[in-house]
């Protein structure tokens, strides 16, 4: 029945990336995390989106198959990822659609983005959350949405923490008071869903 209604709700699309993610250990967005997002961009008509953390590009491409006049800024600091990625946009003949910025978005100079956005989708270093969702917002125009991804993160955030190293409970406790924090922010409404890995969606209304 849950292969039934995956076909109904949308093709398949870019499974070699897919398969390539598996084979490589490349994390990308759960299925039904990445039809959430595309149903939000969708919804709000989303044409400017920042992207942070490109990995091999299949959230980009997916974000840009929706509609021929998005464009997408996507930041990826790790060198093979960034190979990787720029392979399949020019396979898929969407490279006019995504602009890859090679760096560390903790460093990357604002001037080189785009004056506003319409959704930004965080989706890197889990433990810098909140300084990504802090600097980028600046960007975000009212109205606008960021999607957040990976927020409860294996099913570990607020659960048992005994079997897992220590490094990772450091990392679980980051990413848990980045989601008090986001509930605490009086300019977002932030919605938490337990779709794919988890996700926040946060809607700027101020």
Do not use: C
């Amino acid at each position: 029945m849950i292969d039934y209604l995956k076909k109904l709700n949308e093709p398949e699309l870019y499974q070699d990336l897919v398969e390539y993610a598996i084979n490589n250990k490349v994390p990308i967005i759960k299925e039904d995390g990445l039809w959430l997002l595309k149903k939000i961009i969708r919804l709000v008509n989303a044409k400017n989106i920042l992207e942070i953390g490109s990995a091999i590009g299949y959230s980009a491409l997916h974000m840009a198959s929706i509609d021929g006049d998005i464009q997408i800024d996507t930041i990826e600091r790790d060198s093979k990822m960034i190979e990787q990625a720029i392979e399949n946009f020019n396979k898929y003949d969407l490279n006019h659609q995504i602009n890859l910025i090679k760096g560390d978005a903790l460093e990357l100079d604002l001037d080189t983005l785009r004056s506003q956005y319409d959704l930004i989708f965080i989706d890197a270093a889990k433990a810098q959350y909140q300084k990504f969702f802090l600097k980028y917002t600046t960007l975000l125009k009212k109205g606008g949405i960021v999607v957040t991804d990976n927020i409860i993160y294996h099913q570990l955030v607020n659960g048992h923490h005994n079997n897992i190293s220590k490094n990772t409970q450091s990392l679980v406790k980051k990413i848990d008071a980045y989601n008090h924090w986001l509930q605490s922010l009086d300019d977002y409404s932030t919605t938490f869903l337990s779709i794919g890995d988890g996700l926040a969606i946060s809607e700027r209304i101020k």
